[in-house]
C-alpha cells in the first residue's frame, strides 16, 4: 500500500492544533521532533519542526506572512516554492518520512507552496490529500488578538483587526483554489468540537484516511478527553469587531461559501461564488491601496529617510575613526621621520 500524506492547513487559530492533536490519536504519524507546546497553545501543535523552519525559510524572505491581505501573495509564494533547491529540500525530507502509512503534516502556511509538496510526494510514491480547518473570521481574529496582540494600543488592534480579516479572505481564496484538484476535506472547529466522531468520520471519508475507531460508534476513545467544547472561547459577532462594512459583507458571504464545502468539497456552485468574490476582493484591495496610497509613501519616504541618517552617522563615526587611528599613528613616528 502506497503511503498517503494528508496536509492540515487553515487559518492560524481556526483549531488546526486541535484537528491534528485528534488525528495522531487516531493513527495518523506526525514526523518528529513536533514544535514544543507553549503558553500560547498548552495542549501543542502537531506540528513537525522541519516543516515550520522548511516553511519559513522559503516564505519569510518574500515575505509572505502565515495569512497575508495581498491577492498576489499566492503567486509570490508560488514562485518561492518553485525554486529547485526548494524542491530539493521537500524531496530529501520527506523521502526518509514515508516509512508510514498515513503521515500528518499541519501547518497553516502548506497551502502556499502546496503544488510543490504535491509534486514531491507523487514523485515519492505517496498521495496527497488535505484538510482545511474553518472558523468564523470574527473568532478567528479575536483569538488571534487574544494570543498576539494584548499589549498593543486600541489603533494598531483595530489596524490590525481589519487586515487579519481581509487576510483570512485571501487565505480562504487561496486554500481553496490551491485543493482543488486534490481529495480534500473542511472542518469547521465548532463542528469538531461539539461531535468530533462525525466531523472527522466525514473528513476521513472525503480525505480517503484510515482511523484506529469505528467513528461510527459512541466506543470511548482517547480523543474524548483531548477534544475540549470550553476551547472556542471566542464566540463572537461582526458587533465586536471594528472593520469596514465592505469587507465584513465580503467576508461573511465568503464564510458562507466556504461552510458549503464542508458537506461537498468541490460544489461547483460554491467555487464559482468564491472565484466571484476574489474579485470583488482584488477590487477593494485596490481601492484599499490607493486610499492609502499618501500615507504609505510617506511612511516609505521616512524609511528611507532614517537609513540615511544611519549611514551619515556610520559614515561619521568611521571618519573620526580614522582620524583618531592616524594622529596616533604619527605620534608614534621617529621624530626624524615626522
Request: hydrophobic share 40%; charged share 30%; net charge negative.
Amino acid at each position: 500500500m502506497s503511503p498517503h500524506l494528508l496536509l492540515v492547513t487553515g487559518s492560524g487559530r481556526s483549531g488546526t492544533s486541535s484537528v491534528a492533536g485528534a488525528l495522531k490519536r487516531l493513527g495518523l504519524h506526525v514526523p518528529q521532533p513536533e514544535v514544543p507546546a507553549d503558553e500560547k497553545n498548552p495542549r501543542g501543535y502537531y506540528e513537525p519542526e522541519w516543516v515550520t523552519e522548511f516553511h519559513k525559510r522559503v516564505l519569510n524572505p518574500v515575505p509572505v506572512r502565515t495569512i497575508d491581505t495581498r491577492p498576489t501573495a499566492g503567486a509570490i509564494a508560488a514562485e518561492a516554492g518553485s525554486r529547485p533547491e526548494v524542491e530539493a529540500e521537500l524531496r530529501e525530507w520527506l523521502g526518509g518520512q514515508l516509512d508510514a502509512e498515513q503521515i500528518l503534516v499541519k501547518d497553516p502556511r502548506a497551502f502556499w507552496i502546496l503544488p510543490v509538496w504535491t509534486r514531491v510526494a507523487a514523485e515519492l510514491g505517496a498521495s496527497v490529500s488535505t484538510l482545511t480547518m474553518l472558523r468564523h473570521p470574527t473568532e478567528v481574529v479575536r483569538s488571534r488578538d487574544s494570543a498576539y496582540l494584548t499589549e498593543q494600543t486600541p489603533t494598531f488592534r483595530r489596524q490590525r483587526e481589519t487586515a487579519n480579516i481581509a487576510a483570512w479572505v485571501n487565505a480562504a481564496f487561496e486554500t481553496e483554489r490551491s485543493t482543488r484538484s486534490l481529495d480534500r476535506a473542511f472542518v469547521r472547529y465548532a463542528d469538531l468540537l461539539a461531535d468530533w466522531r462525525t466531523a472527522l468520520h466525514r473528513a476521513g471519508t472525503q480525505a480517503g484516511l484510515t482511523y484506529n475507531a469505528d467513528l461510527r460508534t459512541e466506543a470511548p476513545h482517547e480523543v474524548d478527553d483531548f477534544i475540549d467544547a470550553k476551547l472556542n472561547r471566542s464566540a463572537i459577532s461582526w458587533d465586536d469587531i471594528a472593520v469596514p462594512a465592505q469587507l465584513r459583507d465580503l467576508a461573511e458571504r465568503t464564510w458562507q461559501a466556504m461552510n458549503t464545502l464542508v458537506e461537498s468539497p468541490h460544489d461547483e456552485a460554491a467555487i464559482a461564488d468564491l472565484t466571484g468574490l476574489q474579485e470583488e476582493y482584488v477590487e477593494l484591495f485596490d481601492f484599499a491601496q490607493a486610499i492609502a496610497m499618501d500615507a504609505t509613501t510617506a511612511r516609505v519616504a521616512a524609511g528611507r529617510r532614517d537609513v540615511r541618517r544611519k549611514k551619515d552617522a556610520q559614515l561619521d563615526e568611521l571618519r573620526l575613526e580614522l582620524a583618531a587611528a592616524r594622529a596616533e599613528t604619527s605620534e608614534r613616528k621617529p621624530f626624524w621621520r615626522r
